[in-house]
């Protein structure tokens, strides 16, 4: 049950199931409890640090003060609630409604009416109990409880609110929408009218979803939506997943618009750089990626794929020692990586460095000892150094795991009469 991070509410809700069911408190039903307060509070201490981690998911805390996040929590308990009965322009991400870093005027009177939502809570607990206040209270409590993972108490995400995570939350509002139902169809004179009108809306919400699904179909549609519904504001992962999007599918020019906008307007997500970086070296632009790369890793720190990219770049401008620089420090990120390896001895040798080709080489032997081009290189360092006797036994190597590698046998070749 633990497979989604919306389930560390269980335990609460577990007790919420106590207060509706009238039992009585004792030892007994808190022990009971215990084991699944333990595994939310470990699994919901996993979740942060995956998404910390990461750099996908969490928001800088700081950026919003405590009265700011609880004006945005009441915001969005009054969405979530609107979104249910009125579920139109949705989107699949939705920007804090801020500018300049302070909440705009829409979010006060949305937030009044969520303490509003709360206070009516705190109400339906302490009125005389019946039926339909008890039905009431345990589905708006249930619904508060299980929501509350997404209102933005703590930063998690970009997003002020996630309507897609709305599942299980709107059963307790189902539970009320159902009970209500059900007591007018008991009371009106003609239940089949009232059955019509349900069934109206049925089918209406049933076409609104349908066309929604359209907009899912893959991430170019998406995230055109998001970026269409953003009202002006920046949403740097909509923008950045887009791109990604489409230089996947070779539509490089849409991606490097989307790249271009993001680094224009400062963004400072090192995933974006290094998308960006990516993007030009598969448009046979080197140059133009190494600063990308390099914004990067000043912006996410030490990353291996960023360095080895980088390094790659820096060999086909013919930059040997720079390339040496990147590659000798992913294989210290990745020391059983042979690819790394191999790349860090061929820019070696590109630099004319033999001497630290043939350190590298010899420290990395056993790593690499089922690498034909490793030991095609090592072949070519010992040969300029005058290692021949080494350099044909490391071509008859390279050969011996590729036989079809022609540079090999040309290779063994000159070694043979250098003997």
């Known amino acids: 049950c633990y497979a989604k991070p919306m389930a560390v509410t269980l335990p609460v809700v577990l007790v919420l199931l106590d207060v509706f069911e009238k039992r009585t408190f004792s030892v007994r039903t808190a022990l009971e409890k215990v084991p699944f307060f333990i595994v939310s509070v470990i699994f919901g201490l996993l979740t942060l640090q995956v998404q910390s981690s990461t750099g996908a998911g969490l928001v800088d805390v700081t950026f919003y003060t405590l009265p700011e996040r609880v004006l945005f929590a009441l915001y969005g308990i009054v969405q979530y609630i609107l979104r249910l009965f009125a579920p139109f322009n949705l989107s699949a991400f939705y920007p804090y409604p801020s500018s300049n870093g302070d909440p705009d005027a829409i979010v006060y009177p949305y937030a009044v009416a969520g303490a509003l939502v709360i206070g009516a809570v705190i109400w339906l607990y302490w009125k005389k109990r019946s039926e339909l206040t008890a039905t009431m ?23 002020v609110i996630a309507d897609r995570y709305t599942y299980v939350p709107y059963l307790g ?31 209406y919400f049933a076409v609104l979803s349908n066309a929604r699904i359209g907009v899912w179909q893959n991430s170019g549609v998406l995230f055109n939506d998001v970026i269409d519904k953003s009202e002006g504001r920046q949403i740097n992962h909509a923008y950045n997943n887009r791109a990604l999007y489409n230089m996947e599918r070779g539509n490089y020019q849409e991606a490097e618009r989307d790249y271009a906008y993001l680094e224009n307007v400062g963004t400072d997500r090192a995933y974006t750089y290094k998308g960006y970086g990516a993007l030009l070296m598969r448009m046979k632009r080197p140059a133009e990626a190494i600063p990308r790369f390099t914004t990067a890793l000043s912006l996410g720190g030490d990353d291996v794929e960023v360095f080895r990219a980088r390094g790659s770049c820096y060999v086909q401008v013919n930059k040997y020692d720079s390339a040496v620089a990147d590659f000798a420090k992913a294989r210290t990120l990745t020391p059983n990586d ?38 095609n290189l090592m072949g070519i360092v010992n040969g300029q150094l005058g290692n021949h006797a080494a350099a044909y036994k490391a071509f008859a190597r390279a050969l011996e795991l590729n036989p079809t590698d022609e540079n090999a046998k040309r290779n063994l070749e000159i070694a043979k009469e250098n003997l």
């Open 137 to 159: 209270f345990f589905g708006m409590a249930f619904f508060l409880v299980t929501i509350s993972i997404v209102l933005q108490l703590i930063s998690v995400g970009g997003a």
């Open 338 to 375: 042979p690819k790394v390896a191999v790349a860090l001895l061929e820019s070696c040798l590109g630099a004319n460095r033999l001497q630290d080709a043939l350190r590298y080489g010899e420290a990395m032997s056993g790593l690499c000892q089922n690498q034909a081009a490793y030991h």
């Open 173 to 203: 509002l189902f539970i009320i929408v159902g009970m209500s139902t059900e007591r007018l169809l008991s009371k009106v004179k003609a239940p089949f009218i009232a059955l019509a009108v349900v069934a109206l809306a049925s089918g």
